[in-house]
Nanobody, 122 residues
Framework: QVQLVESGGGLVQAGGSLRLSCAAS????????MGWFRQAPGKEREFVAA???????YYADSVKGRFTISRDNAKNTVYLQMNSLKPVDTADYYC????????????????WGQGTQVTVSS
């Protein structure tokens, strides 16, 4: 069992930056695929980015070139650096963990954090 705790959300103006963190418990963190998802009001949860145990990274087209996912296995933490934020990025952001592919399907992730809210004002 792994527990995930997100932090770093907040209110930012368009064009600004935020860095989300997700701290994971458990001794098998390095084995997990770690993903970030987001859910805006009235919309389905969508894939944002993922990073494998070997640090291969995957991004949704909507965030490529603006967001960067990384992991620090020594700290059991995964990060999402978000730059050039837009109002459409406003959502609750969730960290998730799983073993193996596929990386983009929310239903395939077994473990979820409680989420952190990101609001981008225009």
């Amino acid at each position: 069992q792994v527990q995930l705790v997100e932090s770093g959300g907040g209110l930012v103006q368009a064009g600004g930056s935020l860095r989300l963190s997700c701290a994971a418990s458990g001794r098998t963190f390095t084995s997990y695929v770690m993903g970030w998802f987001r859910q805006a009001p009235g919309k389905e949860r969508e894939f944002v980015a993922a990073i494998t145990w070997s640090s291969s990274t995957y991004y949704a087209d909507s965030v490529k070139g603006r967001f960067t996912i990384s992991r620090d296995n020594a700290k059991n933490t995964v990060y999402l650096q978000m730059n050039s934020l837009k109002p459409v990025d406003t959502a609750d952001y969730y960290c998730a963990a799983k073993y193996g592919p596929p990386v983009g399907s929310p239903s395939s992730y077994a473990h979820w954090g409680q989420g952190t809210q990101v609001t981008v004002s225009s």
